[in-house]
């Protein structure tokens, strides 16, 4: 960790020409209200996305955006939905004007914040409809009436079955970073929501994602009405401001590497991207043992410890963050200077997100890459996707730094979590077994998927069949002569 005095050094910002255009908010025909809330945002000057954005959103037109996070796709939609909305002569105070997607409630929350800090001025009302939060108090909330909604689309699906979210008055639709959204498995969901809002003639639709894949494109063509095509391509973002380095080593020196490289840079804050759950809390209690204040965020962490996490992330409270590729997909800090990808990614799009969370808002930042035996076979995807080779630095042997931790035991805690939260089909089996009195002993082979051993009946052997003798029917005719003579005295 740097000393104090060098994590004062001021941050090397890139020319503003080559991240700011030269054109200012002040030059669209917005209402005063919006401009008021840009200045108090301190945005003056438009990114690239916001000034090729802008122009054509102001017009009601549909747009789809490709831009990284970081690169103000966020106000340029927010300006859009704030002054379509002031604009409308036809407004039902009951219903919401604006519906925002995003893939996570993190997400969600940093669209919120800036949104309030933005529209401060408009009077609109503004809400976010997130799982993880008291159910009541939204629908509440939606029931007295708001302007604009900003969620995650099963939270807000859930509302819509309940008749409490009401599409008709839909007059504006935004997706961010559509490509994650399918990549977490919202396909059907989004299919869904969209399918229940005004025709896309009827309402304006904005969809940004970091990149532009076939099933980004596809719900352009379903659900969009002719959108204009603006891309911030992936290599322009990334270049710029972005120092890149690999590192080849093999698995069992990638801790030792990552001590020494923590120890040798100027780094003000981290974001350590590692690909699995399991392997965030072990690096996690790695670091803390070796004496490096690091806290560890994955996806399926309570909601109020993730937002908790986050916000101490953001004050430098914590200046180490481990977190998986979905949970960092909330993480919007301008002052990450060094992210650190100590698993290369298994999709190389995510490389894009990853290294996006440094270098943002024309800052210069670091990604520090390590290639091991492992996960090596994704590099070449990815330097593809990139179109030019990663630059690769041969560590010193003075770079490897001893783990003084020792073993760390992670306890499979998540599993025994969501199965006590979640009853699996076998324990729904079993339980079912159990009201009906049939229920089995479960210690045998096959036992989780309903097969039981088999019963003191089914297992004693069949007696074996006998052909018809020939005194069988001499007894059959006698029983049936004795049958008759009974039911005949019965009958007098």
Known sequence: MPDESESQIPVQRAEKPKFLTRIRFDEFNLPTEIISGLKDAGFTFCTPIQAETLPVSLTNRDVAGQAQTGTGKTAAFLVTVFSRILSL???MPDTPSALIVAPTRELALQIYEEAMLIGRH???RITQVVGGVDYQKQAEILRRGVDIIICT????IDYFKQGIFKTKGIKLLVIDEADRLLDLGFAKDMRYLLSKLPHYEKRQSMLFSATLSFRVMELTYEYMNLPEFISITPEEVTVEGVEQSLFHVGSDEKLQLLLGLLKRENWIRVLIFVNTKTGVNWLTSKL???RWPAEGITGDLPQRK???LMGRFKD????????TDVASRGIHVEDISHVINYDLPQDAENYIHRIGRTARAGKAGRALSIACERYVFHLEPLEEMLGYKIPVVWPENDWFIE???GPVFIAPRDRKRRSAQRPTHAKKYHARQKVSGKARKSSYPGALFGFGPPSEKESRP????HKNQPGDRKKKSRFNKKNSVAQKHKTS
């Open 306 to 308: 993730r937002f908790n």
């Open 316 to 323: 430098g409270s914590i200046k180490i963050l481990v977190a």
């Open 153 to 156: 689309p099963g939270r807000i």
């Open 462 to 465: 069949a007696p074996p069949a």
């Open 122 to 124: 408009t009077g609109l």
């Open 89 to 91: 002569h036809e407004h």
């Open 288 to 290: 803390k043992g070796n």
């Open 403 to 405: 783990d003084k931790a």
